[in-house]
């Protein structure tokens, strides 16, 4: 089993900055994708960044140029740095992996963090 255990949320002024951590843990052999997910009330969880074991990255039109992601490979945990924060990035922010639990097989599981909560005010 694999844990993703998110820590950094709170609450900043519009504007602010943030920094959150989601590190997993368990029985991980590799890990290929690590992303950040969003869930406002009474929204659809969305895709706010994501990165690959490669390296590459993505990032949702609404935080371009003011997020970043990055991820400490022999940590297993994955960052998101958020600048210029703006009331509509409050949400719920989730962490989520897919890993390869052992060598003899590339079936990849996915994984959910339990979630930590940003709130921008105005």
């Known amino acids: 089993q694999v844990q993703l255990v998110e820590s950094g949320g709170g609450l900043v002024q519009a504007g602010g900055s943030l920094r959150l951590s989601c590190a997993a843990s368990?029985?991980?052999?590799?890990?290929?994708?690590m992303d950040w997910y969003r869930q406002a009330p009474g929204q659809q969880r969305e895709l706010v960044a994501a990165t690959t074991g490669g390296g590459s990255t993505n990032y949702a039109d609404s935080v371009k140029g003011r997020f970043t992601i990055s991820r400490d490979n022999a940590k297993n945990t994955v960052y998101l740095q958020m600048n210029s924060l703006k009331p509509e990035d409050t949400a719920v922010y989730y962490c989520y992996a897919t890993v390869r639990t052992s060598s003899g097989s590339n079936i990849q599981y996915q994984y959910w963090g339990q979630g930590t909560q940003v709130t921008v005010s105005s």
């Open positions: 368990g029985r991980i052999f590799s890990i290929n994708a």
